[in-house]
Nanobody, 125 residues
Framework: QLQLVESGGGLVQPGGSLRLSCAAS????????IGWFRQAPGKEREGVAC????????NYADSLLGRFTISRDNARNTVYLQMNSLKPEDTAIYYC??????????????????WGQGTQVTVSS
């Protein structure tokens, strides 16, 4: 069974950091670009960041202002999202998704083939 599982979410104070993980089971992530998305209550899903299958291509939402970093460890079949200087407006459910492609990556959710169940991130004092 092909599965993506997110972990690392939780409650953090404003200004804090979290690192989310996206682990794959049942398939290897080496052939997939990976995206991180988030959805806050009452808002549309937003493409936060993506990374190409080899890791050389990355793309971020402009709104992040350099606070987040996406990375991958293909040997561990895992992709990470390091989130620093967190703000209350970063509160959302965060999802990872896999897109089978050879080059680059996209922050458009419609192109992704597999999705995880999400992990909650809450930024609050």
């Amino acid at each position: 069974q092909l599965q993506l599982v997110e972990s690392g979410g939780g409650l953090v104070q404003p200004g804090g950091s979290l690192r989310l993980s996206c682990a794959a089971s049942g398939f290897t992530l080496n052939y997939y670009a990976i995206g991180w998305f988030r959805q806050a209550p009452g808002k549309e899903r937003e493409g936060v960041a993506c990374i190409s299958r080899g890791g050389g291509g990355r793309n971020y939402a402009d709104s992040l202002l350099g606070r987040f970093t996406i990375s991958r460890d293909n040997a561990r079949n895992t992709v990470y999202l390091q989130m620093n200087s967190l703000k209350p407006e970063d509160t959302a459910i965060y999802y990872c998704a896999a897109d089978l492609r050879d080059y680059g990556c996209s922050r458009a959710g419609s192109v992704y083939d597999y999705w995880g169940q999400g992990t909650q991130v809450t930024v609050s004092s």
